[in-house]
């Protein structure tokens, strides 16, 4: 399973990025994916999830910036990020696994997800 993530870039503070993944080689489909973010003093968490019955789920922090979707026929996963704020500066990545559901909480269980991305750097600038 190849988990390939859309490269990073550097933006202004209330700017917007859309980030992509593409999981190929899947002998079964992924059904839940989602976006996690880690800084160099933090763990890895999640920011928003969908899961295999087309559930969003999104933490506190990003709710109302962001929006994941998901192209199913081509299994790529989108995250939408708008008002972009300095804090949100992270490595993004993407992770997939087999289960339809995500766990409950997901944004604090990277274990759980057996497939990532090698991540793509984002940068906000005030």
């Known amino acids: 399973v190849r988990v390939v993530e859309s490269c990073g870039v550097s933006v202004q503070a209330g700017g917007s990025l859309k980030l992509s993944c593409r999981v190929s080689?899947?002998?079964?489909?992924?059904?839940?994916m989602a976006w996690f973010r880690q800084t160099p003093r933090n763990e890895r968490q999640g920011v928003a999830g969908y899961d295999g019955f087309d559930r969003t789920f999104y933490v506190d922090s990003v709710k109302d910036r962001f929006t994941i979707s998901k192209d199913k026929a081509e299994n790529i996963l989108y995250l939408e990020m708008d008002r972009l704020e300095p804090e949100d500066t992270a490595v993004y990545y993407c992770?997939?696994?087999?289960?339809?559901?995500?766990?409950?909480?997901?944004?604090?269980?990277?274990?759980?997800?057996?497939?990532w991305g090698q991540g793509t750097q984002v940068t906000v600038s005030s």
């Open positions: 080689g899947n002998p079964r489909r992924t059904h839940s």
């Open positions: 992770a997939a696994e087999y289960d339809w559901s995500l766990p409950s909480d997901w944004e604090s269980k990277s274990s759980r997800f057996s497939f």
